[in-house]
């Protein structure tokens, strides 16, 4: 495949070919999708630790003095209940209660917060902070003078600490601290997008390359964005465009801990409500497969030969060797435990139903 | 990329090792390359017959799925049982143990339509895939 030539670049982007990564458009960008393969990547996650560009990840400063009530007005989560030092994630609704985005809101100062948002829609988000940012609070874009890494699995804290004077075991999830990291002031949150312990780290652009060095020089594998969404859809973990876009409540998406009804007027608040009440007619789910084919996204759902879902996301576990995913199941039938077919390619599948966050410890049997 | 003198190759990126009147089937190394970490391979049933140029399966990586298509016509003989679980193969031994299917060929089975090593090496340097 040819890489168009007007796709943007990380800082990171030197150190991608250097490592001999496979290059990919994705969402305006060239990104890596795999460098040894995207199978040992997602392993090395799982069993150690891995590395992620995720500088081409939007990345905004909303600050002034109206900054609380402007993100209490545009995202669904409590941002009053959101401490300094502390991040949550949440999610930007439109009118009709349908999901523009999902991000996360990070508290630095009673009056200043950094979102960050999905490449794909940072545009859109930017434009609709600002069309309610009221006078006295700035949104400002800050993606393309910084640069974002994740570090992820279960020993990211060990080769994370000796690069930093961050405390990091006293970070909770979701708390961030700033301080300085391989030598200049970064930023470091215990977050993550893989379902394992792990860190993002934002910093200067230039500075991101002797980070991303550094773990390099430590042994920690460099991760493409295959390996990134495999252990996502493991984990659970929408991704824009798949289990949640525009047309998607976050009631039938599983999503009502970061909707929160009673902290006053936002936009989509009536309509989420309305949805609530309503009780939603498909519920998303976990799909564990009995065999290996993978379901992948827009493949029908059946029960019995009639259709009851459709497939939003597949994987295959490096670590479990099973095949799974997500999708939309009609109410009636989105029953923890119950078999029903994925059509693929012409042929059903037989695949088992469970709570999608679930999917990270299941078995083909249990 | 690997690309052994003795087999013959398609333009769908299949191998074929002829053997008297078995043809031993499987994707190249510069197929499995590409693909990425095969998952899942689709294979027919022993004794199904194949026409030339047929559809006879299908190798699933995490990013895409493929189509395999029969080099030769032939009769299903065997089909290469690990890979019903060990699919790794494919990656790590392309022209080895991840092998795809044994054909039982005619005796004047043609061959005239395939490439050899050095043609199939030309063939993808300038298609550029």
Same mark, same amino acid.
Request: aromatic letters at 8%.
């Given at each position: 495949m040819t890489i168009p030539d007007d796709l943007r670049r990380t800082p990171l982007h030197e150190e991608h070919i250097r490592l001999g990564a496979r290059m990919v458009p994705f969402a305006g960008w060239q990104m890596p999708v795999q460098y040894a393969g995207v199978m040992e990547e997602a392993r090395a996650v799982r069993q150690a630790v891995g590395l992620f560009d995720i500088s081409h990840m939007g990345r905004f400063r909303v600050a002034g003095s109206d900054a609380e009530a402007l993100l209490q007005q545009t995202t669904t989560n409590d941002v009053s209940a959101l401490s300094p030092a502390k991040a949550q994630y949440s999610l930007i609704p439109n009118?009709? =209660? =349908?999901?523009l985005d999902d991000i996360i809101v990070y508290r630095k100062a009673p009056s200043d917060f950094i979102v960050v948002v999905n490449a794909s829609n940072r545009d859109r988000d930017l434009e609709f902070f600002r069309a309610h940012a009221p006078s006295g609070t700035s949104v400002e874009d800050v993606s393309d003078a910084t640069g974002m890494v994740a570090v992820q699995g279960p020993a990211a804290q060990d080769a994370l600490q000796p690069l %930093?004077?961050?405390?990091?075991?006293?970070?909770?999830?979701?708390g961030f601290a700033e301080g300085s990291v391989a030598g200049r002031q970064a930023t470091i949150c215990?977050?993550?997008? %893989? =379902?394992?312990d792990g860190f993002e780290v934002i910093g200067a652009a230039a500075h991101i390359v002797e980070l991303w060095q550094a773990l390099v020089d430590a042994h920690v594998v460099p991760c493409g964005l295959g390996a990134r969404d495999s252990l996502r859809t493991e984990a659970g973990y929408p991704l824009y465009g798949h289990e949640i876009d525009e047309t998607t409540t976050p009631v039938e998406a599983g999503l009502?801990?970061?909707?929160?009804?009673?902290k006053g007027s936002f936009v989509g608040r009536d309509a989420i409500l309305a949805a609530k009440q309503a009780g939603p007619s498909r519920k998303l789910m976990g799909l564990i497969m009995e065999g290996r084919a993978l379901p992948r996204q827009g493949y029908s759902i059946e029960a019995q030969g009639e259709p009851i879902g459709v497939v939003t996301s597949g994987a295959f576990s490096a670590t479990r060797s099973i095949a799974l995913g997500m999708g939309y199941v009609r109410s009636d039938h989105a029953r923890n435990g119950a078999t029903v077919d994925v059509v693929i390619r012409g042929t059903t599948h037989a695949c088992r139903l469970l709570p999608k966050k679930d999917l990270l410890t299941a078995t083909i049997t249990s | 990329m690997e690309l052994p003198d003795d087999l013959l190759y398609t333009r769908t990126h299949e191998w074929v090792r002829l053997d008297g009147t078995t043809a031993t089937v499987g994707i190249t190394d510069h197929a499995q390359c590409e693909l990425g970490d095969v998952v899942y391979v689709e294979l027919p049933d022993q004794g199904a017959t194949l026409e030339r140029d047929a559809v006879f399966g299908t190798v699933e990586s995490v990013k895409a799925v493929s189509d395999l298509y029969a080099p030769v016509s032939g009769t299903?003989?065997?089909?290469?049982?690990?890979?019903?679980?060990?699919?790794e193969l494919v990656n790590q031994s392309p022209y080895g143990e991840g092998w795809m299917v044994r054909l039982t060929v005619a005796p004047d089975c043609d061959t005239t339509h395939l490439m050899s090593a050095q043609e199939y090496e030309r063939y993808v340097q300038e298609s550029g895939h």
């Open positions: 009118e009709q =209660g =349908g999901i %930093t004077d961050i405390e990091l075991a006293s970070l909770p999830r979701f215990r977050t993550g997008y %893989t =379902g394992e009502m801990w970061a909707v929160k009804l009673d | 299903v003989a065997e089909v290469n049982g690990a890979l019903a679980d060990q699919t």
